[in-house]
Every structure is written in structure tokens, then in C-alpha cells.
């Protein structure tokens, strides 16, 4: 079977090992890009050009030109959108168990600047730590994506794989389903939740003091 050289979707949620697939992917020979991070590509910027594209109801977006694969937000928020334009693309849902998947949400972005793409997610919920009712909307979310996305590829199984990179570690399923050959490097073992640092909740909020950063949309706390 020859590699599958058309586009690929990462539609796994945030925190669920993204960062090692799109590691795992360019390793595989793909131009990928994971997320909207200024800088990560030309126009880039935070998801905000994106989110204003999307909400006018275009879908197209101008990375579909730049790039092979695509990890992280927005694709996996329209991964339904995605099929419609891209019914022969390959889909590739990151998991983990969700226990660990929301205490790491909640470390990982505890005291960390709010992004447009976790607004236009998650709206008064975008930070995870800041109230039981947050956790709650993101574990929801998380479920209810999850469920979804097994219930559409359920009779499309040619196109769908599904796997946790925190428990895997290894090429060799990732590999048989884009028919491409293993790697001779080792399984990449990207940006594992690290505890936070003391410095970030004063940084944060000197850059909010100086104008640099916006606080939390209106209803939740920025902690």
C-alpha cells in the first residue's frame, strides 16, 4: 500500500498528545501545522483571522493551500465541516483518559493567557481551573466531541484511527494506517504538562495592567 499523500486531520482535543502527533507526522514526510500560534505559518495570528473566517460561514481556510496534515484548533472543533470538503482525507482522533486528560487541562492552563480559540470554544469556560463549572463545560465538551466523532467514522473505518500517544508510544499502528514506512527515530514524546511555574499569575497579570493581554471574557475569573 503506498503512503496516503492527501490531506490528514488530527481532530483529537486539546492536551490529548497533538503535539506528539504532529511531531509523529512531519517525522512521516507531512508539512503540518498545529493550531494557529504566531508565527507558525505566514498571517498567523491566534486563530483570530480563522474564527472570523468561520463564523461568516467559510470554511476554506488558507492553510488547506500550505499545508498536508493539521492538528489542534480550529480543525477539531470542524471536523464535520472538514469531511464535507475532504470526504477522501485521512482522520485521526487523539485520546487519553479523561481523569488525567482534565487535571492536565487544568494544570496546563491554569495561569496562562487566555487565546481567542478557547473563547470561541469556551466562551465565560475558556480557563479550565477557574470554577468547578468550567471543568465541568470542558469535560462535556470533551465527551460529547469524542462521542460524536466515533458515531460518524463508525461505518467509514478505512479513514479513521483512533489511539492515546501518552500510552502508545510506537509507529508501527500510526504507520499501517497511512501506509507509510516506520521510521528508523524514535516515537516523538512532545510537551508533557509540566507544573507551573511561580512567575506566570504575576506576568500575567502585569501584561494585563500594561494592556498587552486581555482578561477573561466577561463571567469568568482570570485567576
Not at 173 to 196: E, I, M, Y
Request: aromatic content about 14%.
Amino acid at each position: 500500500m503506498a503512503q496516503h499523500d492527501g490531506k490528514i486531520f488530527c481532530i483529537g482535543f486539546y492536551k490529548t498528545g497533538t503535539t506528539t502527533l504532529y511531531d509523529a507526522l512531519r517525522a512521516l514526510g507531512y508539512h503540518t501545522v498545529n493550531g494557529d500560534t504566531p508565527g507558525s505559518y505566514p498571517g498567523a495570528d491566534d486563530g483570530e483571522t480563522l474564527i472570523k473566517q468561520i463564523d461568516a460561514g467559510d470554511y476554506r481556510l488558507p492553510t488547506f493551500e500550505m499545508f498536508d496534515a493539521f492538528s489542534d484548533n480550529p480543525y477539531f472543533r470542524i471536523w464535520r465541516h472538514l469531511y464535507g470538503m475532504f470526504p477522501e482525507a485521512k482522520y485521526i482522533l487523539t485520546v487519553r483518559d479523561e481523569d488525567r486528560w482534565i487535571e492536565s487541562c487544568v494544570k496546563f492552563y491554569r495561569h496562562r493567557r487566555i487565546r481567542p480559540m478557547r473563547v470561541w470554544m469556551f466562551g465565560p469556560h475558556a480557563n479550565p481551573a477557574s470554577s468547578p463549572e468550567s471543568r465541568q463545560a470542558w469535560l462535556d465538551a470533551y465527551r460529547a466531541h469524542n462521542a460524536a466523532v466515533r458515531e460518524f467514522f463508525a461505518t467509514r473505518p478505512q479513514q479513521y484511527f483512533e489511539f492515546d500517544p501518552t500510552r502508545e508510544g510506537g509507529w508501527d499502528r500510526l504507520c499501517a494506517f497511512l501506509g507509510a514506512p516506520v521510521p528508523s527515530q524514535p516515537w516523538p514524546h512532545a510537551n508533557p504538562t509540566k507544573p507551573d511555574q511561580p512567575w506566570r499569575p504575576a506576568w500575567r497579570k502585569l501584561r494585563q495592567a500594561l494592556g498587552l493581554e486581555e482578561r477573561a471574557p466577561d463571567g469568568a475569573r482570570d485567576d
